[in-house]
């Protein structure tokens, strides 16, 4: 007998769909965590030493592949979302959560558009870079608006493989020597790189928008256990691609950057910077095609925030209210849910024209520092307890690894907590 349309395998999923097609959340989170400053921070790593660190790389994906299936794991076997499992823990989630969301959306809008801005301004040298960076969160917004899930996943889709082709082919150009990059799997810590090896384990793949996966995973229509083993494919896949990716920006900072002993900026302007090395090197093209690559992974963060961070938030807000789990406005096209992306996209051009107040940076910062120790400690508590069938709660190997996640996070937030009370008071 033929399978309807509205049958289902038994991992959950339409059997009428395409294998191919069951992969889709875990791309989303990957590629909207990996944006400007995190690929900045791998090729600054790369240009300082070498391929010395590509172990850091692996290191930070099975990171995030543990915190990431987590998250899908807890929304899958409990049909709730994370927030209300936060929710379960006691009110100090919510007056953490609170204020980290709402500072963090000013801040990052600001951040985002001038990632787009600066190249998108680098290809079209008219207007200017904050003109560049508003048209692409107006363009974010008329993506998202609607909530529909569908058309949000295939725009992702499409800037992830323009911007996993764009950076292969700039690693390919640097003809990278395959048995150093091998050597770099072993770990080694080169004087003075531990905070580099924080910062690249904690970089590749997202902060916030990590356990914005659950949201994605229901959007995608997995909200049973039958779904877990396809949210775990998703989930390793999307890491092996994102790994992948960051190695080939490893291989453009160590070949392009350390042989030659070019240092960039740690902004987003080294980015462009680095374009214009592979323009000298290689010929405007490749200059031109790599910029466009890192317009697509601004973009793709910016796009992927601007739909995963305002589910969060209309959970969060919806359920401060008390409204019903599937309340119209704890939902995706809801008023809260368009109240954020409204906040994302507007109120930061002033933070774009005026700079960034220094107490809004410190907040930014401290809140920034908290939220990955947060998700590792709340993801511990939550999977080791009845809130969640024992059939799914955490085996030992997964409780190690969260542990891990908890302390280095830790350690990179203190880092990251100096460094913003220093930046802040110009220390």
Request: hydrophobic share 55%; proline share 4%.
């Amino acid at each position: 007998m033929a399978t309807s349309a509205s049958e289902t395998t038994s991992d959950g999923t339409d059997a009428s769909e395409p294998r191919f097609r069951l992969v889709g959340p875990g791309l989303i989170v990957a590629a909207t965590g990996v944006g400007a400053a995190d690929l900045v921070a791998t090729m600054v790593a790369g240009s300082r030493y070498g391929y010395a660190l590509l172990w850091a790389v692996v290191l930070g994906c099975v990171m995030k592949v543990v915190l990431v299936e987590g998250a899908g794991r807890y929304s899958l076997a409990t049909g709730r979302t994370i927030f209300e499992g936060w929710q379960s823990l006691g009110r100090w989630t919510t007056w953490y959560f609170g204020p980290y969301i709402v500072v963090w959306g000013f801040v990052y809008g600001a951040a985002a558009m001038a990632g787009t801005g600066l190249a998108l301004y680098s290809l079209f040298p008219v207007m200017g870079v904050t003109a560049w960076g508003v048209l692409s969160a107006v363009l974010g917004l008329a993506v998202v608006w609607t909530g529909r899930y569908v058309p949000f996943e295939r725009v992702l889709s499409g800037l992830v493989l323009l911007m996993f082709v764009t950076m292969v082919l700039a690693a390919a150009l640097t003809a990278p020597n395959l048995g150093e990059i091998v050597t770099g799997i072993v770990p080694l810590l080169p004087e003075g790189s531990t905070i580099y090896v924080l910062s690249l384990a904690g970089g590749v793949g997202g902060t916030i928008t990590l356990a914005a996966y659950g949201y994605w995973v229901r959007e995608k229509g997995w909200r049973s256990p039958a779904a877990m083993r396809v949210m775990r494919l998703d989930n390793a896949t999307a890491y092996v691609v994102t790994g992948l990716f960051v190695i080939a920006t490893l291989v453009v900072g160590a070949e392009l950057l350390y042989s030659a002993g070019i240092a960039v900026e740690s902004g987003d302007e080294g980015l462009v910077q680095i374009g214009d090395v592979l323009a000298e090197r290689y010929g405007q093209a490749a200059g031109t095609v790599f910029v466009v690559g890192f317009w697509a992974a601004a973009m793709s963060s910016l796009v992927g925030v601007w739909n995963g961070v305002s589910l969060m938030f209309a959970d969060f807000a919806g359920g401060v209210r008390g409204l019903a789990p599937d309340h119209a406005d704890r939902l995706a096209g809801g008023r809260y849910y368009k109240a954020y992306i409204l906040w994302l996209t507007f109120p930061p051009v002033v933070l774009m024209l005026l700079g960034r107040p220094v107490y809004l940076i410190l907040a930014y910062g401290v809140l920034g520092a908290l939220f990955m120790p947060f998700l590792a400690v709340t993801l511990l508590w939550i999977l080791n307890s009845d809130r969640v069938p024992q059939r799914w709660r955490n085996k030992p190997v997964t409780n190690v690894l969260l542990g891990l996640c908890a302390v280095a996070f830790l350690v990179l937030g203190a880092n990251e907590f100096v460094g913003a009370v220093q930046r802040a008071f110009g220390g």
